[in-house]
């Protein structure tokens, strides 16, 4: 398969908490993505972190990348509710122009 | 507000029926993605186009699956004949390469969802 794997596939926690979902690729990158998608609706684009870079933050935040493991993980501080959807990282493969998605995380935040 | 902009939103068909899904990327990108969406298979690359051109569509099954841009402000995405293994979101993006290399952040429509009896 082309595609990379998050885990875990399914992750609920309570308001307040942290959440750490992690991701797995499988060739060499230009760079890592992650995007967010609520149900029923199209996917929305969070963070992009590049290749030579480690961690990078946005307000709540956290991505950093690992290429000798092939692998991020993206941390969301203080969550909330609204929080609540799936998280997809995408691998932007190195020689090309392909996006190609991971598998993703449902993240129930729960109020 | 720009957005991406998919046609229909839902569509529900017969087998053997031709089913055409539109697309309306954002003006000014150049680079445009097919991709379908399930919960088996989750998203699945289906083709893309840069400057209007093919540059890959080795996901599409070929026999069936089509994909073209008339023009800039219009991708197509046809199935013939539709099979009901073919039910899934088809989802729509654009975006612009990086100046590093690699696929910059891409922007979705909201899908169409196709639905084939």
């Known amino acids: 398969s082309q595609q990379g794997e998050e885990d875990p596939q399914a992750l609920s926690i309570q308001e307040g908490e942290n959440a750490t979902m992690n991701c797995s690729y499988k060739?060499?990158?230009?760079?890592l993505q992650w995007y967010r998608q609520n149900s029923g609706r199209g996917l929305v684009h969070l963070i992009l972190?590049?290749?030579?870079?480690r961690e990078k933050h946005s307000g709540r935040l956290r991505v950093t990348l690992d290429t000798s493991k092939k692998s991020s993980s993206l941390l969301i501080t203080a969550s909330r509710a609204a929080d609540t959807a799936s998280y997809f990282c995408?691998?932007?493969?190195?020689?090309?122009?392909?996006?190609?998605f991971g598998k993703g995380t449902k993240l129930t935040v729960n109020p | 507000d720009a957005r991406v902009t998919q046609t229909p939103r839902h569509k529900v068909t017969e087998m053997g029926q031709e089913v055409t899904m539109r697309c309306q990327p954002i003006?000014?990108?150049?680079?445009v993605f097919w991709y379908r969406q399930t919960m088996m298979q989750g998203l699945e690359l289906l083709a893309y186009?840069?400057?209007?051109?093919?540059?890959?569509d080795s996901g599409m099954p070929k026999d069936r699956f089509s994909a073209e841009m008339p023009d800039a402000t219009l991708a197509t995405l046809k199935i013939q004949p539709s099979e009901p293994r073919d039910s899934a979101v088809y989802f729509c993006?654009?975006?612009?390469?990086?100046?590093?290399?690699?696929?910059?952040?891409?922007?979705f429509g909201e899908g169409s969802r196709l639905t084939v009896l």
């Open positions: 186009f840069r400057n209007r051109a093919p540059l890959d």
């Open positions: 003006l000014g990108h150049n680079t």
């Open positions: 993006a654009s975006g612009l390469p990086r100046g590093g290399g690699g696929t910059g952040e891409l922007f």
């Open positions: 972190i590049r290749s030579n870079e």
């Open positions: 060739t060499s990158i230009n760079n």
């Open positions: 995408a691998e932007a493969q190195g020689g090309s122009e392909k996006l190609v």
